[in-house]
């Protein structure tokens, strides 16, 4: 088996959900992948620096470099890292992630074509990305689905005397976590017994504007933190919707988890989200910043039984394709 160098945020801390690199990480290593790491510095000079000083010290021992591509800071990082590759005559892949990705395609397109042109492959974890690095002329794009093991994702019937909306994410602006808020003030109209629960650590100070919106709306909503993804496998099934309320998307995990899990969605249809979900077929797409179309959703699944059957067993069968036994072939065709 061949040895990896991993290069992305491998933060562990109450500001930060799980991330790519260490789900997909401990994936490759059960298959028996020799796993290198960089960075879980805090500090963002000090990842950077440890990034390439890993790549450096690791330059004989690592068969390529993936390299976790996102669209904001980070985007920088996997330039300059991709760069030392290239000189050090390393194989690299970037993993492509995060739905504004392609403005950065628009806005770069000198320093995107240094990154992902020179790539062994860039890796689209959703149909939305590569479709979109396509269009940019960009061909060297694979199509490989953020992998869970569905095995840990039982399949339940929940009960629907009330909607009861569970919302796991991060709080950070871009992800709107205020517009769930909303939804349940203006859903209680109707359903005065609706209840929610929003799951994630506080990135960038967006969770203290939710409580606060709660409070000024006076409204019980359970707030719980970061929570271990058992933890909150656990405490969906005391729920029985997942609302997903993103401004910029790509295909996020916790989507697929729900899905995986029976819960029946309503999301934004933006980003990579609408080649996630088939409207009305395994999940609801609504206008993002749209409470009245939220409501419409919920009162539809929890009164429409035909529908939400059919919503949840087609969802559940679409994600059982990113099931981590399918997926790991691929990824061991793209690491030969």
Not at 166 to 178: A, G, H, M, Q, T
Not at 184 to 211: F, Q, R, Y
Not at 230 to 237: A, G, M, V
């Amino acid at each position: 088996m061949k040895n990896v160098l991993y290069i992305g945020n491998n933060l562990k801390n109450k500001k930060s959900n799980t991330s790519s690199i260490q789900t997909l990480g401990a994936l490759l290593e059960g298959e028996g992948y020799s796993l290198y790491y960089a960075s879980s510095k805090s500090n963002k000079v000090f990842r950077l620096l440890d990034m390439l000083k890993s790549v450096v010290k690791l330059r004989n021992t690592a068969d390529v470099v993936l390299i976790d591509t996102y669209s904001t800071l980070n985007f920088y990082f996997a330039l300059i890292v991709s760069q030392l590759c290239r000189f050090l005559d390393l194989e690299y892949i970037p993993i492509l992630h995060g739905g504004n990705l392609p403005s950065r395609l628009k806005s770069n397109p000198k320093l995107s074509a240094l990154i992902f042109e020179n790539a062994k492959h860039n890796i689209a974890p959703s149909l939305y990305l590569k479709s979109e690095f396509e269009l940019f002329g960009f061909h060297n794009i694979t199509y490989l689905p953020n992998a869970i093991k569905i095995e840990e994702y039982p399949f339940k019937n929940y009960r629907f005397d009330n909607p009861r909306l569970l919302w796991v994410r991060s709080f950070s602006e871009i992800y709107n976590p205020k517009l769930a808020v909303k939804i349940l003030s203006e859903l209680k109209k109707i359903e005065p017994n609706a209840t929610l629960c929003m799951v994630g650590p506080d990135t960038d100070g967006s969770l203290k504007t939710v409580k606060q919106l709660a409070g000024d709306l006076n409204l019980d909503v359970e707030f719980t933190g970061k929570l271990t993804k058992q933890d909150w496998i656990s405490l969906s099934k005391k729920y029985n919707i997942f609302i997903n309320t993103t401004n910029v998307d790509n295909t996020p995990i916790s989507v697929i988890e729900a899905m995986a899990l029976g819960l029946p969605v309503v999301s934004t249809n933006v980003g990579g989200l609408p080649f996630l979900i088939s409207e009305n077929k395994d999940g609801l797409l609504v206008a993002p910043n749209n409470v009245e179309a939220f409501v419409e959703a919920i009162i539809k699944i929890k009164f429409d039984n035909q529908l939400r059957d059919q919503l949840t067993k087609n969802a559940r069968q679409k994600v059982e394709f990113f099931s981590w036994q399918t997926v790991k072939v691929q990824w061991d065709a793209v690491l030969l």
